[in-house]
């Protein structure tokens, strides 16, 4: 769904995704975990903040639940993913699947919680656009993961 994120994050991989579909996936994955465990921190880091409004600590009390779930999510499709074949291999892609697609309605509700007004604009605009570029990515290693043939 977002071919421009995709080639900036991919590209550097493409010596060892050549043409496989599985590495292409892996590698996906890969990018979007890092980038869910740098937002992770960063929502953390906001989290210690002192000045912060009810309104937006609980907003960022729940973010940090939930991105922590997607890190949680995406470590488990990830190893989930190197062990991909034999007999099991439908089982171990629904468990993929439905560990990345939690991964992602997490991100949605993280962003979910900064919408409307009285939050920090600051605070807002820099989670929010973390968030999208996460679910972005998160959504790119869903579409990779579907490709996967039985």
């Not at 421009?4 to 975990?33: D, F, H, W």
């Not at 991105?67 to 499709?77: E, H, M, N």
């Not at 570029?133 to 579409?143: E, P």
């Given at each position: ?25 892996n590698?996906?994955?890969?990018v ?6 740098s ?17 937006e ?29 034999g ?32 939050m ?14 996460v679910s972005?990515?998160?959504?790119n290693?869903?579409?990779?993961i ?5």
């Amino acid at each position: 769904m977002y071919p421009n994120i995709s080639y900036k994050t991919l590209s550097s991989y493409a010596g060892t995704i050549k043409t496989n579909p599985r590495e292409l996936a892996n590698a996906a994955l890969s990018v979007s975990l890092k980038e869910v465990q740098s937002t992770s921190a960063l929502v953390q880091k906001f989290s210690k903040g002192r000045d912060l409004r009810p309104r937006e600590a609980g907003a960022i009390r729940d973010c940090v639940e939930t991105i922590k779930d997607s890190v949680d999510d995406l470590q488990q499709s990830l190893a989930a993913i190197k062990d991909l074949k034999g007999p099991e291999f439908e089982w171990k892609m629904s468990d993929i699947l439905t560990w990345v697609s939690a991964a992602l309605t997490n991100e949605d509700t993280c962003m979910d919680n900064f919408e409307g007004n009285g939050m920090n604009v600051k605070i807002k605009d820099t989670v929010r656009g973390c968030i999208v570029r996460v679910s972005q990515l998160t959504s790119n290693a869903l579409a990779f993961i579907n490709k996967l043939k039985y």
